[in-house]
């Protein structure tokens, strides 16, 4: 659900509780994975997500942004999401203006708006090059480029990114935190799941999911 008091957190979780189904019938049974997780997110404020493999980092920010329901619990939303999935969600046959252009579209930006948007974001990541490139014809690393540019067209005020730098090199994942650092100034939230623990000078709390409940460091 969305909310829109001007007062604070601007995104909060609560009692968040998530299970699969596992095996096959009459064996089949219900694996927990979130277990009543609660996690908020204030303005300016820029968090990490780390746990181990299977931990559910990923079922809880697709449960954050909407795309993946709860079995149970809350989550209240200010203002506009930006998603940067782990796996990069495209169309093949689409250039990178046009994905622009489409997600512009769909966020109902005006026209100048959003080609300014992509030019900046162009000259942030650099790949502007690649801006009439297929998307079925960029690297890896320039298709992450898109993926996270995509989840930036809107400025959004809360920003989740599943391991948005896989793929980067070293120049461009400077550039990441560049941008993440504008973010924090302009009163924005972001959550980063990530895997380096060098990064967590970078960040004002990291969150670790430990056998489905949340904990802060």
Same mark, same amino acid.
């Not at 009459?26 to 299977?54: H, I, Q, T």
């Not at 974001?121 to 690649?130: E, P, S």
């Given at each position: ?14 009692? #968040? ?13 219900? =694996? ?6 609660? *996690? ?5 404020? #820029?968090?990490? *997500? ?14 954050? #942004? ?8 809350? #989550? ?15 169309? %093949?046959? *689409?250039?990178?203006? %046009? ?7 769909? /966020? ?5 708006? %959003?080609?300014?948007?992509?030019? %900046?974001? /162009? ?19 320039? *298709? ?20 948005? /730098? ?23 939230? =972001? ?27």
């Amino acid at each position: 659900m969305s909310g829109g008091s001007d007062a604070g957190p601007l995104l909060t979780a609560t009692g #968040v509780v998530k299970s699969y189904r596992r095996g096959v019938w009459p064996a089949r049974r219900a =694996v927990p994975v979130l277990k009543g997780v609660d *996690l908020s997110l204030a303005a300016g404020e #820029v968090a990490g *997500l780390v746990g181990e493999n299977g931990s559910g980092k990923s079922t809880l920010m697709r449960i954050l #942004v909407g795309d993946l329901p709860a079995d149970a619990g809350t #989550v209240i939303r200010r203002g506009r999401l930006g998603y940067c999935p782990q796996q990069p969600v495209v169309y %093949e046959r *689409l250039t990178c203006d %046009e994905h622009f252009e489409l997600l512009g579209h769909a /966020y109902g930006l005006p026209g100048r708006a %959003e080609r300014a948007g992509r030019a %900046e974001i /162009y000259a942030r990541l650099g790949f502007g090059r690649y801006a009439t490139t297929r998307a079925d014809r960029l690297s890896g690393g320039t *298709l992450a480029k898109l993926n996270l540019g995509l989840a930036l067209l809107a400025d959004p005020e809360v920003l989740l990114l599943d391991e948005p /730098y896989a793929g980067f090199d070293f120049d461009t994942y400077l550039k990441f935190w560049e941008l993440v650092a504008d973010r924090r100034r302009a009163g924005r939230s =972001v959550l980063i799941i990530s895997h380096f623990v060098s990064d967590a000078e970078r960040f004002d709390r990291i969150v670790h999911l430990r056998d489905g409940q949340a904990t802060e460091a």
